[in-house]
């Protein structure tokens, strides 16, 4: 029985390839994958490079990616507003003379207009913005300028939220310990423990003051995260950079950033851009590369693939061969969370002069704790527009659920915070990451107990096929910044091998390692341990 079937897949394998074969496939040098902030960062370099052989390809009709722009609400004039469904804030800018973050560079030196053709997204025009701001809108957000509220209006709980950003700190330390020392990972909520944070299940101010400077930054909980390496991320951006949060609200759009830099290297009309192009299979080795989509094929020396790692995960790609299994580990072994930011338009705000409104439900640790009004002094003032967030377990019941559903408990929960008069919204609208197509989730996140080697596996190329995005960066996973190092990182690289200028003999230029091992040697399974059951043999 065995037999007969491994023949029938070898058949049907020898299909598959005479059907592939039948194609002449369009050449290139290199074959981008995904025009996200990786992607687009990459074929600059390439650019910048003298590497101008290149094909952008990517599923969408726009450029951008996980930074999205859609139109919501209605403004003054009766055209809508533009709001952020993906990325919106610049995390992490600059202090002193320091390091800069990239991002928060292109926010402040944007100086365009793109045009795009409505119908094919392709580029058709740009000009030079005649007012000429040197720096996007954007709002520094203050976390400390938070209204508190539980079921019974407002409520005091401040005190909650300095011992837990205590006990982080506290946290933050110990990683580096763990990290230099070269000792055993542990999770998140581990650490905390260590130093007494410990909140009750019904402690309701206590766990809502964790999600608050936790999962709503992370996304996922302190006990399904990396004590060490949620602390290098937040090392990362917010002590190498600084410790500023800038909200984007430019009503060109955040993802105009994007738009720009391929505006640098893209011609109008540039034929090198393939909008509405879906990748459905890759053929590597260690010369070339073959990308199969819904348009036809395309044979490059290299591509570099900037997938989110939900799909990569969800094996929407075919790869021949199939990726070796340190990759697949890899694949599987960091978590994509989901972001859910319900977007609301009100007649007219009835909310507190604040940054954040924080609502600790008596019940469900998650539920509806964070509004962040948009309609404020000097920011979109007049809007009425305000935005929920719920994160993972909450934002995949909400996505289950119609857009009234979740009116109807958002507008109950505000009703138990600002009184039972106040009025509905006119507008209300989120996008289901989990459901997307294209991503699959919002950002990365790093579980405990994972390595370097794990995550490294992650990034590292398999032949000429490179990867590059938010989730392969080390120390800036699941930031925009992340996924511009990356890009910039795999462009210049294969340029240099392009160029003959590197090391492109080296073929596994990013370190792979096919066996991760544990820690503890298997002799010390034994009586004096307690183990005196052989599970394995
Ligand atoms: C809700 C939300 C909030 C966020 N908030 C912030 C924030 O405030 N600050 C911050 O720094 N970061 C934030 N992020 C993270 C940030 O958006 C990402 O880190 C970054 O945009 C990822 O860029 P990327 O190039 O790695 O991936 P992507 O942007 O996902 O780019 C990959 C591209 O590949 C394309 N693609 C996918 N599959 C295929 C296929 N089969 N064929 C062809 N093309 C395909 C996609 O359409 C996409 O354009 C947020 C993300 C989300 C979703
Ligand atoms: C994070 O920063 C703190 C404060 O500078 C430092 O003590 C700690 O070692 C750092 N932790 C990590 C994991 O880098
Ligand atoms: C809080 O934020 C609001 C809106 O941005 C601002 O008007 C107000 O001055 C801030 N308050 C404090 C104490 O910073
Ligand atoms: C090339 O690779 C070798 C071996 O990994 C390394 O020692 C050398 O420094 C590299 N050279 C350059 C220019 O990167």
Redesign the pocket.
């Known amino acids: 029985m065995k037999r007969v079937a491994g023949l029938l897949t070898i058949s049907l394998v020898a299909l598959a390839v005479q059907a592939k074969e039948k194609q002449t496939c369009e050449r290139t040098r290199v074959a981008v994958?995904?025009?996200?902030?990786?992607?687009v960062t990459a074929a600059k370099s390439l650019s910048e490079n003298g590497i101008h052989d290149f094909l952008l390809?990517?599923?969408?009709d726009r450029?951008?990616?996980?930074?999205?722009d859609v139109s919501f609400g209605s403004g003054p004039d009766g055209y809508p507003y533009t709001v952020e469904?993906?990325?919106?804030?610049?995390?992490g800018t600059v202090t002193g003379e320091g390091p800069e973050n990239p991002?928060y560079t292109l926010v402040t030196h944007s100086t365009r207009i793109l045009i795009f053709h409505a119908a094919d997204g392709v580029l058709i025009g740009q000009e030079e913005q005649d007012h000429n701001p040197v720096c996007m809108d954007v709002g520094e957000t203050d976390q400390d300028n938070t209204t508190y509220f539980d079921d019974k209006g407002p409520a005091e709980y401040g005190y909650a939220i300095h011992e837990f950003q205590e006990a982080m700190h506290k946290v933050n330390i110990d990683a580096g310990s763990l990290l230099k020392d070269n000792l055993q990972d542990r999770s998140f909520r581990a650490g905390l423990r260590l130093h007494g944070w410990d909140p009750a299940k019904d402690d309701s101010y206590r766990q809502t003051a964790e999600w608050w400077l936790f999962d709503g930054e992370f996304v996922y909980t302190p006990s399904e995260s990396s004590e060490v390496f949620t602390s290098v991320a937040e090392n990362a951006t917010f002590n190498y950079f600084s410790g500023e949060n800038l909200f984007v609200y430019d009503q060109r759009g955040f993802a105009s950033i994007i738009r720009e830099e391929a505006a640098e290297f893209l011609a109008e009309n540039d034929n090198r851009l393939r909008l509405n192009?879906?990748?459905?299979g890759v053929d590597y080795n260690r010369d070339s590369v073959t990308v199969w989509?819904n348009q036809g094929c395309i044979e490059a020396d290299y591509a570099i693939m900037?997938?989110?790692l939900g799909?990569l995960q969800k094996n929407?790609?075919d790869f021949t061969p199939q990726l070796p299994s340190w990759k697949k580990d890899a694949i599987h072994s960091f978590e994509l969370g989901t972001?859910?930011?319900i977007f609301m338009q009100f007649p007219e705000p009835f909310w507190d002069n604040a940054q954040y409104l924080i609502y600790a439900d008596p019940e469900t640790r998650g539920y509806y704790p964070e509004f962040q009004p948009l309609d404020l002094p000097g920011v979109l003032e007049g809007s009425g527009l305000m935005i929920a967030t719920v994160v993972n377990d909450q934002s995949y019941r909400v996505e289950a659920q119609t857009y009234e559903e979740t009116q109807a408990e958002v507008m109950e929960v505000l009703r138990s915070m600002y009184g039972p008069e106040i009025p509905d919204p006119t507008h209300l609208w989120y996008?289901r990451?989990t459901q997307t197509?294209?991503?699959y989730g919002?950002?990365s996140n790093w579980p405990p107990s994972t390595s370097l080697q794990a995550h490294q596996n992650l990034r590292a190329n398999v032949g000429n096929l490179f990867f590059?995005?938010?989730?392969t960066s080390q120390e800036f996973f699941?930031?925009?910044?992340?996924?511009y190092f990356?890009?910039k990182h795999v462009g210049d690289f294969i340029a240099s091998c392009l160029q003959g200028t590197g090391n492109c003999t080296v073929t596994d230029e990013q370190q792979n390692y096919p066996v991760l091992t544990g820690v503890t040697p298997y002799n010390l399974y034994n009586d004096e341990h307690g183990w005196f059951v052989d599970t394995v043999s």
């Open positions: 994958l995904g025009a996200g902030m990786a992607g390809v990517e599923y969408q450029i951008g990616g996980r930074m999205h469904a993906g990325a919106n804030w610049v995390q991002i192009t879906q990748v459905t989509t900037t997938f989110s799909v929407v790609v972001y859910t930011k996008k990451w197509p294209w991503a919002s950002y590059a995005g938010e989730a699941g930031y925009l910044q992340g996924a990356e890009g």
